[in-house]
């Protein structure tokens, strides 16, 4: 790696204050699960890393006016363990369960994890579609948006120079949603997904589907949120032939990138298989 100067404030202040000082030469690491690897293949060449691990009051998962808050630097792993998280909304805990190994989700935190914009990540498709926003920071003040909206290109998100992710607000879901997360695993069960899907749906009576959320990953340079799919099941009776239409509208929505987990075109075919799956799952069960 090339050289660079770390810096371990004790305070957020400090920290926004050392990003300030530095600008476009600093970069924040806070499990650095990810970081570090982008540096040792000289993808990121920051001359100062501050570190937020000092940093008190940013770990912390409570529930407040119907959400559960998530500070930024929780664990994966204390994400997937609570039992708040497993008693309130079940299929976040199953999602980041699914996170590469024990060893990474113990290290790996959400902030991290969101700032990285990887759109291979298992957990931003459950978290936007439950409807999940985020908290951002900087010396000139706070502001907060949905998670839907944070993330912008590959590896690329809403963050301002000087910015940093402090809370991720998760609703809690209504009693009558059904949830459920997949993904498609070709190599090995840490590796990422060729494609993943998260199916939120919304139940009334008879099967009625008052209102569908469905969300891909692995499928464009950010997570696809299937407006097409969701419409086709909106206020519909669920059967199988509705939930399988539904699931071909996800082919026009999705831009996979040809790698060595498959090509575009079998990811393209993928998003469509998986698509009806979840929401099959979510529909006949689900958490």
């Known amino acids: ?12 202040e400090s ?22 690897q982008f540096m040792k293949q000289r993808l990121a060449q920051p001359a100062h890393l501050v570190s937020l691990a000092k940093i008190p009051g940013l770990d ?15 664990t994966m792993r204390a994400v997937e363990t609570s039992p708040l998280v497993r008693e309130r909304a079940s299929l976040v805990a199953d999602t980041f369960s699914r996170v590469a190994t024990v060893r990474i989700r113990n290290m790996a935190t959400i902030g991290g994890g969101l700032a990285h914009a990887d759109p291979n990540q298992d957990p931003p498709p459950t978290l936007i579609a439950l409807g999940s926003s985020v908290v951002l920071r900087s010396s000139s003040g706070e502001r907060s948006l949905p998670l839907s909206d944070f993330f912008v290109d590959y590896y690329e998100t809403t963050l301002q120079a000087g910015e940093v992710v402090t809370e991720l607000r998760i609703p809690i879901p209504p009693a009558n949603t059904r949830g459920a997360f997949i993904k498609f695993l070709p190599r090995t069960a840490d590796d990422y997904a060729t ?4 199916a939120v749906l919304e139940m009334g009576e008879a099967g009625l589907c008052r209102a569908a959320h469905v969300v891909l990953g692995s499928a464009g340079t950010t997570p696809v949120v299937a407006t097409t799919t969701q419409d086709a099941l909106n206020n519909k009776i669920l059967m199988d032939g509705i939930v399988a239409n539904a699931a071909e509208g996800v082919a026009d929505l ?4 040809d790698d060595f987990r498959g090509s575009a075109e079998y990811k393209r075919d993928m998003a469509v298989v998986f698509t009806k799956r979840a929401v099959q799952q979510a529909w006949q069960g689900g958490r």
């Open 1 to 12: 790696m090339m050289e660079f100067e770390y810096h371990q404030p004790a305070s957020l």
């Open 195 to 198: 494609v993943s899907v998260a």
């Open 254 to 257: 999705v831009s996979p990138l």
């Open 60 to 74: 912390y998962i409570r529930e407040e006016d119907g959400q559960i808050r998530i500070g930024a630097l929780t």
């Open 15 to 36: 920290a926004l204050a050392l990003l300030d000082q530095h600008g476009d030469d600093a970069r924040l690491i806070s499990g650095g699960t990810a970081l570090i």
